[in-house]
Nanobody, 115 residues
Framework: QVHLAESGGGLVQPGGSLRLSCAASGFPFDIYTMRWYRQNTGKEREMVATISFGGRQIYADSVKDRFTITRNNNENMVWLQMDDLKPEDTAVYYC?????????WGQGTQVTVSA
């Protein structure tokens, strides 16, 4: 059974940093692409960052040069380092993967950027 569990969200001031974690289980993590998405109230869920099993990274333009996605295939973990946070980064952040044609999401972790 696939399980994704995010942690690390919280309240941070503009310009601050947070590191989100996602613990994955129930599928062969080391050969699957992992993604971070976010969703703010009243908006569509959007892809923030993607990392392939080999470590290739893709970022949304809105977070490029501020966010970094990494993974450890031995620990079944993926992280999102978020620096220089802005109020518009406020959202619930979700870990995601697609395994055998089914899309899986974690429960999400709230990130609030506010003075």
């Amino acid at each position: 059974q696939v399980h994704l569990a995010e942690s690390g969200g919280g309240l941070v001031q503009p310009g601050g940093s947070l590191r989100l974690s996602c613990a994955a289980s129930g599928f062969p993590f080391d050969i699957y692409t992992m993604r971070w998405y976010r969703q703010n109230t009243g908006k569509e869920r959007e892809m923030v960052a993607t990392i392939s099993f080999g470590g290739r990274q893709i970022y949304a333009d809105s977070v490029k040069d501020r966010f970094t996605i990494t993974r450890n295939n031995n620990e079944n973990m993926v992280w999102l380092q978020m620096d220089d946070l802005k109020p518009e980064d406020t959202a619930v952040y979700y870990c995601n993967t697609v395994f055998q044609g089914t899309t899986y999401w974690g429960q999400g972790t709230q990130v609030t950027v506010s003075a």
